[in-house]
């Protein structure tokens, strides 16, 4: 009877062992990745002042996209003027923008950017199957410039992931999208794309 009891207990309490070390791991993994101090405290209203024109600077950008030129993690791409590259939409009654990069293809990556308690934010469903989540910090010039938050479906730390965003407005219909990656907790090889809209 003792015998038995002991099997049936021995598989459970290997189990709990499991499910501890997995917590374990992903609170280690949460922590790798800290809040920017902008985005941990309240938006004073010049911040959300800022954030509303930033956003109302994404929603200029709705329409197609041509690629001119660029890298994805360093490896070159050809320019193509016939096919859409980046897609911008607005979508939820104008409260967000839709983007689709590589859209159409297979590795197509939909970001979203709204407003969130005056602050401009954005997910990232990316075509490495987690979604980083940004919030944009005070940036010089014409350019939108995001910091990440966390991490979404990614247990390890050390996996390829992005890391930083930015958006450069060059006139009207030209605009330059950078894309940093981190791998193994360090800087990797980033995405730089140059489009035009026609």
């Not at 109302?56 to 003027?81: F, M, R």
């Not at 923008?97 to 005056?118: C, H, P, R, S």
């Not at 980033?190 to 035009?196: A, K, L, P, Q």
Request: charged residues 20%.
């Amino acid at each position: 009877m003792i015998n038995n009891r002991r099997i049936r207990i021995l598989p459970m309490l290997v189990l709990v062992f499991a499910l501890a070390g997995c917590t374990q791991d992903g609170k280690k993994a949460e922590q790798e990745i800290t809040m920017p101090t902008e985005a941990a405290s309240p938006a004073s209203a010049a911040e959300t002042e800022m954030a509303e024109r930033q956003f109302e600077k994404i929603k200029s950008l709705v329409g197609d996209w041509y690629l001119t030129g660029g890298n994805q993690l360093g490896k070159e791409l050809e320019p193509d003027p016939e096919v859409p590259f980046l897609t911008y939409a607005t979508s939820a009654a104008g409260n967000c923008v839709i983007e689709k990069l590589f859209a159409g293809q297979t590795k197509e990556m939909t970001t979203v950017y709204f407003l969130d308690n005056g602050r401009l934010s954005m997910h990232h469903y990316c075509s490495l199957g987690n979604q980083p989540s940004m919030v944009a910090v005070p940036a010089e010039g014409d350019e939108i410039v995001f910091q990440l938050l966390a991490v979404g479906n990614m247990s390890d730390p050390n996996d390829l992931h992005i890391s930083s965003h930015s958006l450069k407005f060059a006139g009207e219909n030209q605009l330059t999208a950078l894309w940093g990656a981190t791998k193994e907790q360090a800087a990797a090889s980033s995405s730089v794309f140059n489009v035009e809209r026609k």
